[in-house]
């Protein structure tokens, strides 16, 4: 597969489909509302080869949106740490990690990984899930090369942050869990 290309007007493209989608799904209140519809986000294509028994299939379509939809769900996992039931941050989080990664004999083992800087990749969207994390992981874009992998992805994710961080609103109060609630299960259950 090629590398991780998208830019920020992709990003961008993404989240206003999620963010259009969430805010004509739901109530005020943050209840769906009768026969919401669905947004179609393209065919995702994956290819098993010959003699790969064991072996993960190689996305041939739809790698930029699921590597893009998983830089989405690693700044969930900050976000989710400011629900105030403690009992549904929990449940939240293994719920947003289980889209990540998963242990195979006790090692964490990302969902999707890159053929190239894939070390980034694991890092930024897999390991770091702040963005005091993932800027002290990586702390400036000016000395990265604005073509590459590390360039795109640190981008797109302060982008997220951002866009997630102005649709959710102030932190703590109940208008936070809702709007929560109401983007999680709009990616988990409205994207198809």
């Not at 449940?91 to 990664?101: G, H, P, Q, T, V």
């Not at 195979?104 to 890092?123: F, H, Q």
């Not at 992981?137 to 951002?162: E, G, M, Q, T, W």
Request: charged fraction near 25%; glycine fraction near 6%; aromatic fraction near 10%.
């Amino acid at each position: 597969q090629r590398d991780y290309k998208w830019k920020e007007e992709n990003v961008s493209q993404l989240w206003g489909d999620i963010s259009s989608t969430s805010d004509r799904s739901f109530d005020s209140t943050g209840n769906l509302v009768s026969n919401p519809r669905p947004h179609f986000m393209g065919p995702i294509v994956l290819q098993r080869f010959k003699g790969s028994a064991g072996k993960a299939p190689e996305i041939m379509d739809g790698q930029q949106r699921l590597v893009t939809l998983s830089a989405f769900f690693s700044v969930l996992l900050e976000f989710a740490s400011k629900l105030t039931d403690g009992q549904q941050r929990e449940a939240w989080k293994n719920s947003i990690e289980a889209n990540l990664f998963t242990y195979i004999s006790g090692e964490k083992v990302p969902k999707i990984t890159l053929a190239k800087d894939n070390e980034v990749y694991r890092e930024l969207v897999c390991n770091k899930f702040t963005k005091c994390d993932r800027d002290i992981y990586l702390p400036s874009l000016r000395n990265v090369r604005k073509d590459s992998v590390a360039f795109n992805l640190k981008s797109n994710i302060d982008l997220l942050h951002k866009q997630i961080d102005q649709f959710l609103g102030q932190a703590g109060t109940n208008q936070f869990d809702v709007r929560f609630h109401q983007l999680i299960k709009t990616v988990e259950h409205l994207l198809i």
